[in-house]
């Protein structure tokens, strides 16, 4: 079976970088997205309600409050924006969007070696 690829919204990823900390209340949530990103009581249930029906969050009950936590994985949701990224901007080329990633930032001698690195640990696994 296929995994399905996982994308967010700008307002999505601000929740769930909270929920990949720790799991959290509604009231947590609130009061950190409130200081974080000035968001209303309001805006974060609702968030939390899309969210939940989504299937990007999930709860417990831990007495009357639901523990709310992240139903995906950070590295799930990554790879998901990774592919998407790929697709639309660069038509599908891993070259081209190196390319343009290595023609655009000023890289060091260590993150070259990191960038050998990981293309000798995929070449290997070609074989």
């Given at each position: 079976m296929?995994?399905?690829?996982?994308?967010?919204?700008?307002?999505?990823?601000?929740?769930?970088?909270t929920l990949w900390q720790r799991p959290k209340t509604l009231m947590e949530l609130v009061r950190e997205?409130?200081?974080s990103a000035h968001w209303a009581k309001s805006t974060v249930?609702?968030?939390?309600?899309?969210?939940e029906e989504k299937g990007l969050i999930t709860y417990q009950m831990q007495g009357r409050a639901k523990l709310f936590s992240a139903a995906v994985s950070r590295e799930d949701v990554v790879a998901g924006e990774t592919d998407s990224l790929l697709k639309r901007a660069y038509h599908g080329s891993v070259s081209l969007m190196f390319s343009a990633l290595t023609k655009k930032q000023d890289l060091s001698k260590e993150e070259i070696q990191e960038l050998r690195d990981i293309l000798a640990q995929a070449e290997e696994g070609l074989q």
């Amino acid at each position: 079976m296929e995994k399905q690829t996982v994308t967010l919204s700008q307002s999505e990823w601000t929740v769930m970088e909270t929920l990949w900390q720790r799991p959290k209340t509604l009231m947590e949530l609130v009061r950190e997205l409130a200081d974080s990103a000035h968001w209303a009581k309001s805006t974060v249930t609702t968030m939390v309600r899309r969210m939940e029906e989504k299937g990007l969050i999930t709860y417990q009950m831990q007495g009357r409050a639901k523990l709310f936590s992240a139903a995906v994985s950070r590295e799930d949701v990554v790879a998901g924006e990774t592919d998407s990224l790929l697709k639309r901007a660069y038509h599908g080329s891993v070259s081209l969007m190196f390319s343009a990633l290595t023609k655009k930032q000023d890289l060091s001698k260590e993150e070259i070696q990191e960038l050998r690195d990981i293309l000798a640990q995929a070449e290997e696994g070609l074989q």
